[in-house]
């Protein structure tokens, strides 16, 4: 994990939803105790149960968290992507890491240390209170989300991940949509809550119907609306 130029930090910071509200000076506040790192492919970034050092924001590059059960399996929680923040809830708990984060492409970061960020909230309570707001309503979307997914059977929870993989992932190329993102059949399986087995059959068969192709590097779906149909029918 290597230190770079840190250079439009304020810039790249407000395109977070947590720091939409903040003015110019604000910002500048929070750029200055923001630091820049380029970080490795398959390099563990902080692991699930370590002591919460830093909230991460992503500049270019892609990283996995996942979850480890008492069995040692891996469930994974997210794909995060450039634009993205980790771990959300960071910055208000005394909380250590929830999840493991491992960077599966060369990544670059920025860091705010969370005893830097405590005191600057302290010293400016306006900070605080505007990303107080805008995190109340994230948890609130969170919520939803779960309730959703939680809600389907597999078939659904496929057919949902993928969609979600599309709109948070996918490029549009011609008339396909292609999510550039190195995921095996079992990490897939993970982030849905289910086997291997059944994953490969669900995706198997949507390609058989040629609806998708799916590889170790990408998947590519071919029809878009036919996916939405199949899941809210």
Do not use: C, W
């Amino acid at each position: 994990m290597t230190r770079v130029n840190k250079e439009n930090a304020a810039e790249f910071l407000q395109q977070f939803p947590i720091f939409q509200d903040l003015s110019p000076e604000e910002l500048k506040q929070v750029e200055e105790i923001a630091i820049s790192r380029s970080i490795s492919k398959k390099t563990v970034i902080f692991s699930e149960g370590s002591e919460k050092e830093a909230v991460f924001f992503i500049r270019t590059g892609i990283v996995k968290a996942y979850k480890t059960d008492e069995n040692g399996h891996e469930q994974i929680v997210s794909f995060l992507k450039t634009g993205d923040m980790f771990p959300h809830t960071g910055f208000f708990n005394a909380h250590p890491y929830p999840a493991t984060a491992v960077a599966i492409t060369p990544t670059s970061l920025l860091a705010i240390p969370v005893r830097h960020f405590e005191r600057l909230m302290l010293s400016t309570p306006s900070i605080a209170i505007k990303i107080m707001r805008v995190l109340g309503d994230k948890i609130r979307e969170l919520q939803d989300k779960l309730q959703v997914l939680s809600g389907q059977d597999v078939r659904n929870r496929v057919l949902s991940f993928l969609l979600m993989l599309a709109e948070q992932h996918g490029q549009q190329q011609a008339d396909k949509i292609v999510i550039n993102l190195p995921m095996t059949h079992q990490e897939f399986a993970n982030s849905i809550g289910t086997t291997r087995e059944t994953a490969n059959r669900l995706l198997n068969q949507l390609a058989k119907d040629e609806l998708l192709e799916v590889d170790r590097s990408r998947i590519i779906i071919h029809n878009l609306q036919a996916l939405k149909e199949q899941r809210d029918a």
